[in-house]
């Protein structure tokens, strides 16, 4: 049965094109789940798929915005609130997503111990991708930080995800893919994209069918 829902699959996205694969992970900057898919399975693995693979990250998750944007109010708190705009300020600042997935695994990673100083992690994080701090913080204070939020929040509620992470490929969700990717994410991806990049993962395990 999975094997006959990735062959769909791959004759809905793939046919008469050569297009990278489209991944999309909504998420939440204090979800425990999220940081284990994000440090366990997306990370470790990036530099192998990154040259098959255009990556958008969403950090919204199962929050919900009030007035407007006036507010937001987070599945994990306040904190995890702060935590996502930083994070959407950090990505619309991070035009190369090298640099994108370096910050979102550093700052998931130390926002998850500290909690309290979430700016302070931020800078340290900024350091590591050579992302100019101030611009970070410029965003966050002003409008622009509130606009990235709402359109995070868009491209999450058409989804109505009912597990944080939701990983979706070229803009669908499917939840045999979905399971997959919490568990072996590099097999899946390689498996994906492996009809139309055959030169790919070439010395990665793939998923057994």
């Known amino acids: 049965m999975l094997k006959s829902v990735i062959l769909v699959f791959l004759l809905g996205v793939f046919s008469a094109n050569t297009q990278k694969l489209n991944v999309e992970v909504l998420f939440e900057s204090l979800c425990p789940d999220s940081l284990r898919f994000i440090s366990e399975q997306l990370y470790p693995n990036w530099n192998d798929i990154s040259e098959y693979v255009d990556?958008?990250?969403?950090?919204?998750?199962k929050s919900a915005s009030?007035?407007?944007?006036?507010?937001?109010?987070?599945q994990h708190g306040p904190q995890e609130c702060k935590g996502n705009r930083i994070l959407s300020c950090a990505i619309e600042n991070l035009p190369n997503q090298n640099d994108q997935v370096e910050f979102v695994n550093c700052f998931m990673q130390i926002y998850k111990r500290t909690r309290k100083h979430p700016?302070?992690?931020?800078?340290?994080?900024?350091?590591k991708v050579n992302l100019d701090f101030k611009q970070l913080i410029g965003c966050y204070n002003s409008e622009q930080g509130t606009h990235?939020?709402?359109?995070?929040?868009?491209?999450?509620?058409?989804?109505?995800?009912?597990f944080i992470p939701t990983v979706l490929y070229n803009g669908e969700f499917k939840q045999q893919l979905q399971d997959i990717s919490l568990v072996n994410f590099r097999g899946l991806v390689c498996e994906l994209i492996g009809k139309?990049?055959?030169?790919s993962c070439k010395k990665l395990s793939t998923i057994s069918l």
Request: hydrophobic letters at 35%; a negative charge.
């Open 66 to 74: 009030l007035e407007g944007g006036k507010d937001f109010v987070c």
């Open 119 to 127: 700016m302070e992690d931020a800078q340290q994080c900024s350091h």
């Open 196 to 199: 139309t990049f055959p030169e």
């Open 148 to 162: 990235l939020q709402l359109n995070a929040e868009k491209s999450t509620v058409k989804f109505q995800p009912r």
């Open 55 to 61: 990556l958008k990250f969403v950090p919204f998750g």
